[in-house]
């Protein structure tokens, strides 16, 4: 009977807490790109590994003490991949995909930590508030090109200024353009606005701001 094992072990000297492990199946970037902007339609397929001793699946709570292991040992996955999140001994979070390594929440520049400072002040947020604005007003304009103006906001905010942060790195689809796959969900918000806009103007309507 044929059947897939996963087994997680903790080579390191100290304990690794909320384990999580999906096993993934990657999309071409065209099978993305044609996604895109298309509600309910998600190219990825995840499915989450239950490990033995542990009932309900995606729990955060599985530690593995050093020396020890977790495994699945069952039917097998229909994925091509697998994504382990774990905590470390410091509390740092920490995302692998086929052996490299992201830190889930990486430390800003201190450029960045500053913009924040002044950005979150109402006596300085105009100073350096326009930034923002001007950026979104390029990147509305020329994507899904990314203007500097937009790359230059990227690195002071430590993220894209957009609801939902950054794409994460570990889930880029194969052939997609690595230097701009941290604009992807700004782009993808572009094109779906723009998407209503054309869609009101076809109903005669007008859009609203």
Do not use: C
Not at 170 to 198: H, S, V
């Amino acid at each position: 009977m044929l059947g897939t094992r996963v087994e997680i072990r903790n080579d390191s000297d100290a304990s690794i807490s909320r384990v999580h492990a999906l096993h993934l199946t990657l999309p071409w970037w065209h099978d993305y790109v044609n996604a895109r902007g298309r509600t309910a339609v998600d190219p990825y397929r995840k499915q989450t590994i239950r490990f033995a001793g542990h009932a309900e699946p995606g729990v955060n709570d599985i530690s593995i003490p050093p020396g020890q292991n977790v495994y699945y040992d069952d039917a097998p996955l229909p994925g091509q991949t697998i994504l382990l999140y774990f905590t470390d001994g410091a509390g740092i979070q920490w995302v692998k995909r086929d052996g490299q390594l992201w830190r889930y929440a990486a430390d800003t520049h201190w450029l960045s930590r500053l913009y924040w400072w002044m950005y979150s002040r109402r006596g300085t947020r105009r100073l350096v508030g326009w930034l923002l604005d001007y950026a979104r007003r390029r990147f509305n304009k020329v994507a899904p090109s990314v203007p500097l103006s937009a790359r230059v906001a990227t690195f002071l905010l430590g993220v894209p200024p957009v609801p939902g942060g950054a794409s994460e790195p570990w889930l880029m689809p194969r052939n997609a353009p690595k230097k701009d796959w941290l604009y992807q969900e700004w782009i993808n918000g572009i094109y779906l606005d723009r998407a209503a806009a054309t869609e009101h103007a076809d109903a005669g309507e007008t859009p609203q701001p």
